[in-house]
């Protein structure tokens, strides 16, 4: 996933972190899976509008490791009227465990070791933390209504009662039966045109673990943009959408040359409505994304590089616990990076690289650099996972993996990758074992001269930035930066020199504009650059903020309109915060609030609520 959550860390996981968990224990699932294992899963499921339900049943199909006589399965807000056992009519024993904040209760069902089929009947709740029920005033297109799912980390138990972590994996199937005007996907083989009936049938053959299971149901079209890849989105925004990703399959192309072959068949993106408070979610075969990345020139497509990384890194070999997150993400960013050079080039990956280093140098400042919550292995012991899934995983993980590259070299360091993805395709991963297979190739344990290069155990188990972080080198903006002091030396904007800058140089030239700057200065940006009217929600972000801070009243309007249109969470969080700085900026962004808010997912909302308490 791209853009997750931020919570700040709490003084019990400070405490908690002190004690870790044994390697592959699962804290945060009741699955017995250390005695049976769900196989498969063959959901049958009515998608209801107006009552905000799915409702139906949930085949799942065992094997036995040990002689049991109890499944013990996750649920979180699920409504069981029945369950049965293989093909049985009379009801199975069950019972439904207390609730436990943010894991749900413990669905235990008595079976024989002989059992083979569970058949759980139920429905989901209106309040489902994995379902999103759109109106349509909050679609692209105003005129139907909108369901997503967001299963990751531990949601997809609020949808499906299922074995809820990482280290279980299954294939499924699926018949959804929705309205006949609306399209069903999911994160498996997918249609491309509505059925006449609103029935669609699913097949996910590959095995996937739960938080990649995923549903979209809309007003959607298909384009194709390739033979193994396409797009869909609402019909006002298909074209564009078709438009902003036809690098897709080159991109596919990179990553295969890069760590091995595609393993799931096809690759395609859903665009979803504004109010999806995520970058892009890495469900398999189906990568649901932000329209905010369709900036009409192609700029932001680096949130799809990562999304389609997760194919190999997280997708086929995954985390098997979430302390283990960094697995998934750190390798992710390292492989978007890679997949960036080679469609683009380096010069472009090391303005990525820049910036990512700022970002994580920002955040281990605010969370702190002594914070348990800064190593990449992480304790969330007593905790929700999505306390701990800040950009340490994402970013301090791909700065252990550069260093890896840097001192390993790269045609070493590739090799060990794909040989890596090969051998555990498919299989689930804890950083120990990571640990031992980097250790066995490159001795960065067992060897003392590579141990003190690497120190491969302050990386991922203290916390903080060691002092070993490589250094990307930007000559680009270097450039910037001297356009920036010329400017602030007096250069009118229109004389500075900035032909061919993309996305991530205008972000940096605005990053580095002092916040002390005059507003006769913020106005002569926007006469040059046309700030105010660009299609790029990502400068927008950027710019707004000067804005405020310079209280330039021309760009209000248009801010407005911005934070009505854009729920993507890490794209409104830094405006509004700005905002709230001031006695009148904070009245100005409530009364815009008031109307934005119902557009908003709950993940935004809670957030953009703290702020203008
Ligand atoms: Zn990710």
Redesign the pocket.
């Known amino acids: ?2 853009s ?1 959550l931020f919570f700040l860390f709490t003084v019990s996981g400070i405490l908690m972190a002190q004690k870790p968990n044994p390697p592959g224990t699962d804290i945060h699932s009741f699955a017995n899976s250390s005695e049976v294992v769900v196989s498969h899963i063959a959901l049958d499921l009515s998608v209801n509008f107006d009552t905000k339900t799915l409702s139906g049943t949930a085949a799942l199909s065992l094997e036995h490791k040990k002689k049991t006589k109890t499944l013990i399965l996750d649920t979180r807000d699920l409504t069981i009227s029945d369950v049965t056992l293989d093909g049985s009519t009379s009801s199975a024993s069950y019972t439904l465990g207390k609730e436990v904040q943010y894991l749900g209760r413990p669905l235990t069902i008595t079976i024989t070791p002989r059992t083979k089929l569970v058949i759980v009947h139920y429905s989901t709740s209106p309040n489902a933390a994995a379902l999103q029920w759109l109106e349509p005033s909050q679609t692209a297109g105003k005129e139907k209504p909108f369901l997503f799912t967001q299963s990751e980390a531990i949601l997809a138990r609020s949808w499906v009662p299922c074995m809820d972590g990482p280290g279980v994996r299954m294939t499924y199937s699926a018949t959804i039966r929705t309205r006949p005007d609306l399209l069903a996907l999911m994160s498996a083989g997918n249609p491309v045109a509505k059925s006449t009936d609103g029935i669609y049938k699913f097949e996910m053959k590959q095995r996937i673990s739960s938080y990649l299971l995923a549903l979209a149901v809309g007003n959607l079209e298909f384009r194709s943009l390739g033979t193994r890849s396409g797009v869909y989105a609402e019909p006002g925004i298909v074209e564009k959408s078709a438009f902003e990703f036809v690098d897709l399959e080159k991109m596919i192309t990179a990553a295969e040359e890069l760590y091995g072959p595609y393993r799931w068949e096809r690759y395609d993106l859903l665009v979803l409505p504004p109010s999806f408070p995520f970058g ?1 979610m ?1 469900n398999p075969r189906l990568t649901f994304a932000t329209p905010t990345i369709l900036a009409g020139d192609r700029s932001l497509v680096a949130l799809i590089a ?2 389609l ?2 194919s190999w890194s ?1 997708n086929l070999v995954t985390n098997a616990t979430w302390n283990d997150f960094w697995l ?2 750190g390798f ?2 390292y492989f978007e990076h890679r997949i960036m050079e080679k469609v683009y080039g380096r010069t472009y990956t090391e303005m990525l690289a820049t910036l990512t280093l700022k970002d994580l140098q920002e955040t281990i400042v605010s969370i702190g650099a002594t914070n348990a919550d800064t190593r990449l292995k992480l304790d969330l012991t007593g905790r929700d996972p999505d306390d701990g899934m800040t950009d340490i995983a ?1 970013n301090k993980g791909y700065f252990f993996l550069r260093l890896c590259e840097e001192t390993f070299g790269r045609e070493q360091w590739d090799g060990f990758l794909t040989k890596y993805f090969t051998d555990n395709a498919f299989t689930t991963m804890t950083t120990e074992q990571f640990l031992k297979h980097l250790d066995a190739r490159f001795g960065v344990l067992s060897n003392k001269d590579v141990a003190s290069k690497i120190k491969a155990n302050e990386w991922i188990y203290s916390p903080g930035l060691p002092d070993n972080c490589p250094k990307p080198q930007s000559t680009e903006f270097e450039k910037v930066m001297s356009q920036v002091s010329s400017f602030m030396n007096g250069t009118p904007a229109s004389k500075l020199t900035t032909e061919g800058w993309t996305t991530h140089h205008w972000l940096y030239f605005l990053r580095n504009i002092p916040d002390s700057v005059r507003l006769e200065k913020v106005i002569e940006m926007d006469y040059a650059f046309n700030f105010t009217r660009s299609g790029n929600s990502e400068i927008l972000c950027e710019w707004f903020q000067r804005c405020i801070k310079a209280d330039y009243e021309t760009a209000f309007g248009p801010m407005r309109g911005y934070l009505m249109n854009v729920g993507r969470r890490k794209l409104v969080k830094p405006i509004y915060t700005a905002l709230a700085k001031t006695e009148k900026g904070k009245t100005w962004a409530k009364q815009v609030y008031e109307k934005a808010r119902p557009g908003y997912h709950s993940v935004t909302y809670n957030t953009i609520d703290g702020i203008l308490k």
Request: net charge negative.
């Open positions: 996933m791209k997750l892009g890495e990562h999304e990384a997760h997280g998934n993400e992710t960013v994402y």
